[in-house]
């Protein structure tokens, strides 16, 4: 008897040691179960702190430059200023916003410069202040001119073709969709007779008059009343300015080809995804550990913010130093800084990055599940993929240049990371691609075709 307990004891003992490691390599190969709950209108997909592709196999992006454009001095056709954002069209010509310059220029796919767009002034074709070019369903140029609260468009060759007036504040980003409606950031300042004020920022769905037809979020800032003038009242309120402004969750969105929007604001990792009609029917959710603010992280946000505003200011060096000592800063960053897409239809989202050293990936599938996370030594700003390749914005020796990378998705297998095989299709779930769109309804018979 005490040899037929021994051995049930071993084999009870050897089915847990069995069990333990099947359910942990379960876990460690990414087969986590993630959480999708759906009802008639919103699919929710909760995902955990760990990847989980439904194969159980690493995933990566290696991304390789391969031309730059920009010098530090020389011909003017390639300095930019501080300020610069850019896109390429289906042929792969850059175009590059320079808004310190107020004006876009062209490039060929080579990086040759080509031609340049718009310059400072009132006029047709001119500049105030100057948004990323994008590209209408008649594949012409349009640019967002904040200050003068209009969009201005144009032909691949830079000819100034037309513009449309806004009766409201335009803010950016700014899309126009295949069917004519614009997405966008709606800026309004209401004034107070006590002297406070508050400035209001609605971002949705709007019709071509301009009329709000779905509000995705909106958000509101109080302003006190005029304080004291004196050198360390200054001092005292930009200090609260530097503070707030470092690492304060910023809302991303994108209006992807597809009409559809993707909507977050990393208070906490949550994604909204809205059809063309603006329905809310999507919500992608990550468990997440919230990432510390580190001492060089205030270090580079202190000197940034220094040079883009602060030095702008006439004000005395006493009161820029004493605001950058006297600022405040939070403990944690937000959820993410920002999202794009790959052209299989991945959402790649930027959780973290420093000073173009590194950036820190997430990937979720088409369905919105969380597969792979990797870092990249490659520039977070600005960055887009588009042609087969990735683009991006460096800062080198504090200026600023265009790039263009090569890229390969990879994926570990047999101790090895080899090229993953991708079709380039973008996909949407089955609930999303059943949804009923009702573009009519939400405009009330108004047309809501771009003329």
């Given at each position: 008897m005490r040899i037929n307990r021994n051995i049930c004891s071993c084999m009870i003992f050897f089915c847990f040691v069995f069990l333990f490691f099947v359910f942990s390599n379960h876990e460690i190969l990414g087969e986590e179960p993630v959480d999708i709950q759906s009802s008639e209108e919103v699919q929710i997909i909760s995902n955990s702190k760990i990847p989980s592709p439904k194969d159980g196999t690493k995933i990566r992006i290696v991304f390789e430059e391969e031309l730059s454009i920009g010098v530090e001095e020389g011909d003017e056709n390639y300095m930019f200023g501080n300020d610069v954002v850019f896109n390429t069209d289906d042929k792969g010509n850059f175009y590059v916003t320079d808004w310190d310059r107020k004006r876009i220029q062209k490039y060929d796919p080579e990086g040759k410069y080509l031609l340049t767009i718009g310059r400072l002034g009132q006029g047709p074709g001119e500049f105030q202040n100057i948004s990323k070019v994008r590209?209408?369903?008649?594949?012409?140029?349009?640019?967002?001119?904040?200050?003068?609260?209009?969009?201005?468009?144009?032909?691949?060759?830079?000819?100034?073709?037309?513009?449309?007036?806004?009766?409201?504040?335009l803010g950016r980003p700014f899309y126009i969709n295949s069917q004519g409606f614009f997405i966008f950031r709606e800026d309004k300042i209401v004034e107070y007779p006590d002297g406070t004020g508050a400035f209001i920022s609605t971002y949705g769905l709007f019709d071509?008059?301009?009329?709000?037809?779905?509000?995705?979020?909106?958000?509101?800032?109080?302003?006190?009343?005029?304080?004291?003038?004196d050198e360390d009242s200054i001092a005292k309120n930009l200090a609260k300015d530097v503070g707030d402004s470092a690492f304060r969750p910023k809302i991303n969105f994108i209006v992807r080809k597809d009409d559809y929007v993707y909507f977050g604001y990393p208070e906490k990792y949550e994604i909204k995804v809205f059809n063309p009609g603006g329905d809310l029917i999507k919500i992608i959710k990550r468990e997440y550990d919230p990432i510390r603010v580190t001492q060089k992280d205030i270090e580079i946000h202190a000197q940034n913010y220094k040079e883009k505003v602060l030095d702008t200011l006439q004000i005395s060096e006493y009161i820029k130093e004493k605001a950058i000592r006297l600022a405040k800063y939070p403990r944690y960053k937000p959820a993410y800084n920002s999202f794009t897409f790959t052209e299989n239809g991945w959402l790649l989202v930027i959780v973290d990055s420093l000073d173009d050293e590194y950036v820190l990936f997430d990937i979720f599938n088409q369905e919105g599940r969380y597969i792979a996370q990797f870092k990249a030594a490659i520039p977070a700003r600005g960055l887009f993929f588009k042609n087969g390749k990735a683009y991006a914005v460096a800062t080198e020796n504090g200026y600023k240049f265009v790039k263009r990378y090569s890229y390969e998705i990879q994926e570990f297998r047999n101790n090895e990371w080899i090229r993953k095989k991708i079709i380039q299709k973008r996909e949407l779930s089955r609930k999303i691609g059943k949804k009923c769109i009702r573009h009519s309804s939400l405009i009330k018979g108004k047309n809501t075709f771009f003329k």
């Amino acid at each position: 008897m005490r040899i037929n307990r021994n051995i049930c004891s071993c084999m009870i003992f050897f089915c847990f040691v069995f069990l333990f490691f099947v359910f942990s390599n379960h876990e460690i190969l990414g087969e986590e179960p993630v959480d999708i709950q759906s009802s008639e209108e919103v699919q929710i997909i909760s995902n955990s702190k760990i990847p989980s592709p439904k194969d159980g196999t690493k995933i990566r992006i290696v991304f390789e430059e391969e031309l730059s454009i920009g010098v530090e001095e020389g011909d003017e056709n390639y300095m930019f200023g501080n300020d610069v954002v850019f896109n390429t069209d289906d042929k792969g010509n850059f175009y590059v916003t320079d808004w310190d310059r107020k004006r876009i220029q062209k490039y060929d796919p080579e990086g040759k410069y080509l031609l340049t767009i718009g310059r400072l002034g009132q006029g047709p074709g001119e500049f105030q202040n100057i948004s990323k070019v994008r590209f209408d369903s008649r594949n012409k140029l349009y640019v967002v001119d904040i200050s003068s609260r209009r969009i201005s468009f144009f032909d691949h060759k830079g000819e100034f073709q037309n513009m449309i007036k806004s009766p409201v504040g335009l803010g950016r980003p700014f899309y126009i969709n295949s069917q004519g409606f614009f997405i966008f950031r709606e800026d309004k300042i209401v004034e107070y007779p006590d002297g406070t004020g508050a400035f209001i920022s609605t971002y949705g769905l709007f019709d071509n008059n301009f009329d709000l037809v779905v509000e995705f979020y909106r958000e509101k800032w109080e302003a006190g009343p005029p304080s004291s003038r004196d050198e360390d009242s200054i001092a005292k309120n930009l200090a609260k300015d530097v503070g707030d402004s470092a690492f304060r969750p910023k809302i991303n969105f994108i209006v992807r080809k597809d009409d559809y929007v993707y909507f977050g604001y990393p208070e906490k990792y949550e994604i909204k995804v809205f059809n063309p009609g603006g329905d809310l029917i999507k919500i992608i959710k990550r468990e997440y550990d919230p990432i510390r603010v580190t001492q060089k992280d205030i270090e580079i946000h202190a000197q940034n913010y220094k040079e883009k505003v602060l030095d702008t200011l006439q004000i005395s060096e006493y009161i820029k130093e004493k605001a950058i000592r006297l600022a405040k800063y939070p403990r944690y960053k937000p959820a993410y800084n920002s999202f794009t897409f790959t052209e299989n239809g991945w959402l790649l989202v930027i959780v973290d990055s420093l000073d173009d050293e590194y950036v820190l990936f997430d990937i979720f599938n088409q369905e919105g599940r969380y597969i792979a996370q990797f870092k990249a030594a490659i520039p977070a700003r600005g960055l887009f993929f588009k042609n087969g390749k990735a683009y991006a914005v460096a800062t080198e020796n504090g200026y600023k240049f265009v790039k263009r990378y090569s890229y390969e998705i990879q994926e570990f297998r047999n101790n090895e990371w080899i090229r993953k095989k991708i079709i380039q299709k973008r996909e949407l779930s089955r609930k999303i691609g059943k949804k009923c769109i009702r573009h009519s309804s939400l405009i009330k018979g108004k047309n809501t075709f771009f003329k």
